[in-house]
């Protein structure tokens, strides 16, 4: 049996005149979407206000884009963006062939934000959720991640796929019959479609959760479902990188041993299981 899939679709979504919608863009959409949803249905399930909901969206929306931007630019690519600081909050990157803005931007092209980091979103979201917190005080703000959680799980799935399309964060070769062959990356060997790994895992975490916040009571142990996210999120992605190709990043240099993904995933395992171990103590 062949295992071997030839993959090479356009990355583009829609054309729009001079606007251009990437399926990457239209995951986050579905995934922001949908998050949204869930979040709703949870806090009417909790007898708390839907008009929270809202501003909880926007928090998130500004917290995960900042953070992933800024998590891609410190973490992996330092080295490029300080010598193009006008491409860290700009969805725009150089090209002396483009001009673009109608002539305000020369030399740039529009390529939407490209480079985003799952680290850097966690901590952005983890930031702006204490904002929030400081602002809306209606409940604890270990309550907000562990509903939280459940949404941002299923939303890394479609990142991830949304990275598939764009044929980006690939595996390594496979050497063999098995795999994608990125045909628009200018590839004829398959490689392990370490995107689809990595979704299919933040799929599995999602079920998990959302079972366990509807179907039993950890949900009223404080911090225990964003304690189980946090090592399940960023312990798929550990086992994952054993087979993906670099990225590169600092840690990775200076360290060595494990991928910089994987060592910015460790403290986040050890934060998440010490938040399940500490709620645990306190139900018991």
Excluded: C
């Amino acid at each position: 049996m062949i295992f071997k899939i030839n993959w090479g679709p356009n990355e583009v979504f829609l054309n729009l005149g001079p606007l251009t919608i990437y399926w990457y863009s239209v995951m986050f959409i579905i995934a922001f979407s949908l998050g949204y949803y869930i979040v709703q249905k949870i806090y009417v399930n909790d007898n708390k206000p839907i008009e929270l909901v809202e501003p909880l969206f926007i928090y998130v929306v500004f917290g995960t884009l900042l953070g992933a931007r800024l998590g891609e630019v410190f973490f992996y690519n330092w080295e490029y963006f300080q010598n193009n600081l006008i491409e860290i909050l700009l969805p725009i990157k150089k090209d002396i062939d483009s001009s673009m803005l109608f002539g305000i931007i020369d030399g740039y092209k529009f390529v939407g934000y490209r480079g985003l980091a799952s680290h850097g979103a966690t901590i952005g979201i983890i930031t702006a959720m204490f904002i929030y917190k400081y602002k809306f005080k209606y409940d604890s703000v270990l309550w907000i991640f562990d509903r939280l959680a459940i949404p941002v799980a299923i939303g890394g799935m479609f990142v991830r796929i949304g990275n598939f399309f764009n044929s980006e964060i690939v595996g390594n070769y496979t050497n063999s019959n098995f795999g994608i062959v990125f045909k628009n990356r200018g590839e004829i060997f398959p490689r392990h479609p370490a995107q689809l790994y990595e979704a299919f895992g933040y799929l599995l975490l999602f079920i998990l959760l959302w079972n366990l916040y509807w179907k039993t009571n950890l949900k009223k142990n404080k911090g225990f479902l964003f304690g189980l996210f946090l090592t399940g999120l960023f312990s798929v992605r550990v086992l994952v990188e054993n087979i993906k190709e670099s990225q590169g990043g600092g840690l990775e240099d200076t360290l060595g041993l494990l991928s910089t993904g994987q060592w910015l995933s460790i403290p986040f395992i050890v934060i998440g299981i010490s938040l399940m171990l500490y709620s645990r103590r306190k139900g018991a």
